[in-house]
């Protein structure tokens, strides 16, 4: 079956570095997608992808992200200066299109520690 | 904001028992989504719902779309060891154009040794 990666599998970083997160959706895929999860807590929707551009992104999501798709196969997220509670597992998912009959594939995580 | 609420938080069950979750939102959703988290890693798709009323099975998993469209359940007959991980529910809000997924909070299932 296709799957996502994501890398690094651990990324860890001091409060105030900018930090890259790398995703490389499935190829005939679309629709991208970040989420986050705070260990303990549920997985939070950050910012959909879609031509370019973004489509949707959460509260969540404020001037410290930014995201990118700067080829064709890689999807990256950025967050320019890290903050403590940025500390969480982030997902990268993506789709064929954004329909409700359209699964989300997610990759394996990034865990992201701001010491 | 969008609100869904999953329970239990967290199941203490014995090898062989069955399981059931659910989860509840506060508007009409028109997918419902069941996955599993192992430690470490992303969260794996196990059952899809798009019709109010479906229920579907995946082995020994079943789950089923309300009929007000509000609500899911997911059942799981005769656990086993290997059940063990977190278990959320999602969904996609009819009235959302972008089709983001609402999280449920999760369940831990634990099983007893």
């Known amino acids: 079956e296709p799957e996502v990666t994501q890398t690094p599998s651990h990324q860890v970083t001091q409060m105030g570095q900018e930090v890259i997160l790398r995703c490389v959706p499935i190829?005939?895929?679309?629709?991208f997608y970040w989420y986050r999860q705070i260990l303990g807590q549920k997985v939070e929707f950050l910012v959909s992808f879609y031509n370019n551009e973004i489509s949707e992104k959460s509260e969540i999501f404020d001037d410290q992200f930014s995201v990118e798709r700067p080829d064709g196969s890689n999807f990256t997220l950025k967050i320019r200066s890290t903050k403590l509670e940025d500390s969480a597992m982030y997902f990268c998912a993506s789709s064929e299109s954004p329909s409700g009959t359209s699964r989300q594939y997610f990759g394996p995580g990034t865990r992201l520690t701001v010491t | 904001g969008q609100q869904l609420n999953q329970s239990p938080q967290s199941m203490f069950i014995q090898e062989g028992e069955d399981v059931s979750m659910n989860c509840t939102s506060s508007s009409i959703f028109n997918t419902w989504l069941w996955y599993k988290q192992d430690p470490g890693e992303g969260p794996v798709l196990l059952i899809a719902?798009?019709?109010a009323g479906e229920l579907t099975s995946n082995g020994r998993l079943t789950a089923q779309f309300g009929i007000t469209r509000k609500d899911s359940f997911l059942n799981i007959s005769a656990s086993i060891p290997s059940d063990v991980g977190i278990y959320f529910c999602?969904?996609?809000?009819?009235?959302?154009?972008?089709?983001?997924?609402?999280w449920g909070a999760g369940t831990k299932l634990i099983i007893k040794p």
């Open positions: 999602a969904g996609q809000d009819s009235m959302d154009s972008n089709y983001q997924l609402i």
């Open positions: 190829s005939n895929h679309l629709y």
């Open positions: 719902l798009y019709k």
